[in-house]
């Protein structure tokens, strides 16, 4: 191989120059298809089951909901953790999965492990619901949010902003949800007779079972039993997805007596919409105010849909009903812009300062022009292997890059320097062996706990790449490059053969 690598390439340096330096115009054009975030979307397969028990201090949704909600969860299989957590009025218990375990069967088990456990759990306890997370997912966190004020009801703001916010903000390519929230959802009620029902041999329970076998989903919703202060009876039905356009139809839905036959459920109960009973709320000036969150998704370069998002919403504002203002409360794409203008600093800083000892030490203005060329050529094409991988710009990626531009200029300038003195590429072997050490100890990563595997691939992936692509150069382009710029450098520094004496 040695051989081969001292033969000078089929190609002439022109070729080769031209060839390299295309490539990496077509790594340049892929710059902003690379997705830019905060942080690494990609997470362990999982799922969070959360439920609420309105009025209830945290000991005793503890005691009384979550840890028996818990010690059934752990029955799931593939469970490398379980987590809860219980407040006031609310639990949350988050379970993280094993990597090989489907989350479509995991899913399906907690779910019947929900309906199982759902009837020994107290009075007042919501329907739990499950939100999935799973690997190589968005983590579905907001990436940018605003506020809504007005001199309106919530529900009106909310509806408001449902109408002609929400629905311009979808059409722009790289959203994956909007959210809107701080109004009250409405619910529907289901006012009845307790002695209509008590005649007919008909309970509450018997009424919640046959709506949740009419719509079939275990997460359908809740219910509540209230007394009313005029001695009205009422259950409380909140659907699960809540639509608008969904209607409740008591009329489709069949209740079994106790002699076997079958009521329509519209003779029992009396149905009207109306908004739920407010938890909290939410005045900024004075003013009641909505959110709305603004999720992006995986693939989508996060400052550039911050453009986007911040020109349409300025559109929007010029557009507002007097009174109604919108303010942004949360980007992160600011946090982004600060951390690479940081790394931009230091980037630009270390590289300034290595060119800088390299003009002092061999004052030629040439050699440093190589140096610069190759690393450019370098990092552009690398961005093809990023985009070609599906690696996400995020902080340990960009430090990754910042990292490994020490690495590839040592490269450059090991084989540059002894082509220069040499004219041949025998020390080619050497920079590979020093390279492949260097990407063997990043390769352990890889092998990592999963968590923190997840966090460090895309840092390790990234100085793999670089340094993959200047061997590359080294090889190829540097020489090609020195032939055209520095051929006269090259015989002037190149060691005479020595004279012998007679």
């Known amino acids: 191989m040695e051989s081969e690598i001292n033969k000078s390439p089929k190609a002439s340096a022109f070729t080769l120059i031209v060839a390299f330096v295309c490539v990496a115009l077509v790594g340049l054009a892929l710059v902003p298809l690379l997705p830019v975030k905060l942080n690494p979307s990609r997470t362990l397969p999982g799922f969070t089951v959360r439920f609420s028990m309105p009025g209830t201090s945290a000991r005793v949704v503890e005691m009384t909901a979550t840890s028996k909600l818990e010690a059934m969860l752990a029955r799931v299989k593939g469970i490398r953790g379980i987590y809860s957590t219980s407040g006031n009025g609310w639990g949350s218990i988050s379970v993280n999965l094993d990597k090989h375990v489907d989350a479509a069967v995991a899913r399906f088990e907690a779910s019947t492990i929900i309906r199982q456990t759902w009837p020994e759990l107290p009075d007042g306890v919501s329907y739990p619901y499950i939100q999935m997370q799973s690997p190589g997912q968005g983590s579905q966190s907001p990436f940018m949010t605003f506020t809504i004020n007005a001199p309106a009801t919530p529900v009106l703001i909310q509806r408001y902003a449902e109408e002609h916010i929400k629905t311009r903000l979808a059409q722009l390519s790289g959203i994956y949800k909007i959210n809107l929230s701080g109004a009250t959802p409405m619910e529907w009620r289901l006012e009845y007779d307790s002695e209509q029902l008590r005649t007919l041999g008909i309970s509450t329970d018997d009424i919640r079972e046959a709506v949740r076998l009419h719509y079939q989903k275990e997460f359908m919703g809740t219910y509540d039993v209230e007394q009313g202060a005029s001695d009205r009876q009422w259950i409380r039905l909140a659907l699960v997805p809540e639509s608008e356009s969904r209607d409740f139809d008591a009329g489709r839905i069949q209740v079994k007596m106790k002699d076997g036959r079958m009521i329509g459920l519209n003779e029992l109960v009396k149905v009207s919409r109306v908004e739920e009973q407010p938890q909290s709320y939410y005045r900024i000036n004075g003013l009641n105010s909505v959110y709305l969150s603004v999720v992006a998704e995986e693939t989508a370069n996060q400052l550039a849909l911050s453009k986007e998002v911040k020109a349409y919403m300025d559109g929007i504002r010029s557009q507002l009903p007097a009174g109604y203002e919108i303010h942004t409360g949360y980007d992160a794409t600011e946090f982004i812009r600060e951390e690479l203008n940081r790394?931009?600093?230091?980037?630009?800083?270390?590289?300034?300062?290595?060119?800088?000892?390299?003009?002092?030490?061999?004052?030629?203005?040439?050699?440093?022009?190589l140096i610069v060329v190759s690393l450019s050529v370098n990092i552009a094409i690398a961005v093809i292997f990023y985009y070609a991988f599906g690696l996400e710009m995020q902080l340990y990626s960009l430090a990754g890059i910042t990292v490994s531009l020490n690495l590839v200029i040592d490269n450059t300038i090991v084989m540059s320097d002894h082509y220069l003195r040499c004219g041949n590429r025998k020390v080619f072997m050497s920079v590979l062996a020093a390279t492949l050490t260097t990407i063997g100890a990043l390769v352990i990563i890889f092998f990592l706990d999963e968590k923190i595997r997840l966090n460090l691939q895309d840092f390790a992936a990234v100085v793999i790449i670089n340094l993959g692509v200047s061997l590359l150069v080294a090889l190829f382009f540097v020489p090609s490059l020195i032939d055209k710029i520095g051929l006269e450098r090259r015989k002037r520094i190149s060691p005479s053969k020595p004279k012998l004496k007679l």
Do not use: D, H, K, M
Not at 343 to 369: D, K, M, N, W
């Open 343 to 369: 790394i931009y600093l230091r980037t630009g800083v270390t590289v300034a300062i290595l060119l800088l000892f390299v003009l002092l030490i061999t004052f030629s203005p040439e050699y440093l022009f």
